[in-house]
């Protein structure tokens, strides 16, 4: 640990943080994932602001009772005193270097801030195969990289784990007799990585990708060069942008058929959407639910002819058409109303329900990628049968792929056969 670090007990509480002029306090655990994350960040800051603003590390578990008097309830938890005076934003959870610099500039003067950033020193770091995306695709990749002792390193925007890491249960990975919930799975296959050999740089922005030249800076102050490059960053729900949406993912709002289908036995579902994915899930839902209602925003369904058969001969099946969400209600634990819009004659009306299923299409996480990647007529990334790209040495796997079927076990095929096909390559 950095000498500008330093490491106390709620007794020196007072005097090391409170009587002191700039201090940045970290609460964090052990077996804690985001405090690995954070503690190199918060390492590398305090050679840089270490001689304007005190760095204290405070063990939660050990001093619980100052930990729940500042409020502090989770690990790892950033927190900014300015004079004895909690000042800036609470930080919790995957905390972006960005955010961090943000608060710190908070305690010291402009023109300090900016000199401080001006001598900050960018460094460079070479290895084998350089992953973006940590959900299951890329640990599989990472995993067999490692074995194959390759220096291996994954980049994630966020914690590792991917969409899984948010699932509730996952029914339908392979060698669990019983269900194991997503953020389990995701844990054991990053630790998995971790034991391997994989180096992680989790939570982290990216500053500028360059696919041709195989390299990426990340943070704005470390660029990672690499021989392969496999891009992993899967996809996101399209969302409709409708008021309670994000609010309540995972509290009645659902993107995902196949995982959350089954919670509803017995209850009425609104599914958003009329195209393929909408009527194939809300057939797929009418084996639990007892009731599904479609709202859709056209006066007819896009899916497929015979999806479409189907859906309206399902006596479970009800449609309102010409209509759009325009928010989504919360009275009791889960979503039970969804106030809807009639796009005839924009007048509102409320449908009592007990869980909504969102299906707006999903969008490839590319955002960060320039235009030289060839995507298929869906914006997914084009890969051949070892899931290489159009750029030489760069590789694409997981739901970022094109692909007909996006799942766990179809990602981690794909970070397999990536990895195989890089350490062939690299021998
Ligand atoms: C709610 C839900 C439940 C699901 N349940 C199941 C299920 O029960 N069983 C099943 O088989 N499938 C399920 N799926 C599908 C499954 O989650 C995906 O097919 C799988 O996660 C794809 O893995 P991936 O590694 O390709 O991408 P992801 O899991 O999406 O992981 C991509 C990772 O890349 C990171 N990232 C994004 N952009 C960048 C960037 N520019 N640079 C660096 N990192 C980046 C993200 O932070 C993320 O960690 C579910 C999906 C959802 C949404």
Redesign the pocket.
Known sequence: MSEKIKNITSKEFEEEVLKSGNVVVDFYSTECPPCEALASKFESLSEVYGEDIKFIKIFRQENKELAVSLGVSGSPTLLFFKNGEMVGQRLSGGIKRADIVKNLELLISKERAETLKNSLKKSETNCDVLI???????LTSGIYSAQAKLNTII????L?????K??HM????PGYEEPIS?YMLMHNMTEQAKATGVNFRSAVD?TWIDLVNKSVEIDGVETIRAKKIII????S?RKLGVKGELEYKGQGI???A??DAKFYEGKHVVVIGGGNSAIEEALFITKFASKVTIVHQFDKLQANKVAQEKAFANPKIEFIFEHEPREFVKNGSVVNEVLVEDLRTHEYKTINCDGVFIFAGMMP?L??FDNRLTLDKWGYVNVDANMKTNIDDVFA????AGKQF??????VADGTVAAITISKELE
Not at 132 to 138: K, M, N, S, T, V
Not at 155 to 158: E, S
């Open positions: 973006l995306g940590g959900g299951p695709a890329g980049v994630d925007k966020d590792p784990g991917g969409q899984v948010v699932t996952v029914w339908n990975y997503g990216i992993a960053t899967g996809s729900p659902s993107y995902c196949t995982c996480n955002d960060d796997i997981g739901d970022v996006r799942q766990i076990t179809t990602a």
